[in-house]
């Protein structure tokens, strides 16, 4: 798969049994893998909704400085910002 380049993915949804399902390790992966919460964070998915989802979890937790990709990774394709396979 291609993502933005340098990227971590946390996704704040699972593909369940019955479709798409909340990941119960959410929170603890984001504190694990993003310790300072001022620090400024850009997130994204592939269309834009789930990371204003992922955003408002984030925020609850303390994060202070998110960002959301508008458009989400496909606008980020589009615009031809970089990318690593």
């Known amino acids: 798969t291609t993502s933005p380049a340098g990227a971590i993915s ?3 949804l699972l593909r369940g049994g019955l479709g798409m399902n909340p990941n119960p ?3 603890t992966d984001v504190a694990s893998n993003l310790k ?3 620090e400024t964070i850009i997130v994204g998915c592939k269309s834009g909704m789930r990371s204003l989802a ?3 979890v984030m925020t609850k937790d ?3 400085s998110l960002i959301n990709v508008k458009g989400g990774f496909d606008g980020w394709l589009a615009a031809g910002l970089p990318v690593e396979k």
């Open 10 to 12: 946390v996704p704040i």
């Open 25 to 27: 390790q959410f929170q």
């Open 62 to 64: 303390g994060y202070t």
């Open 54 to 56: 992922a955003i408002d």
């Open 36 to 38: 300072d919460k001022s």
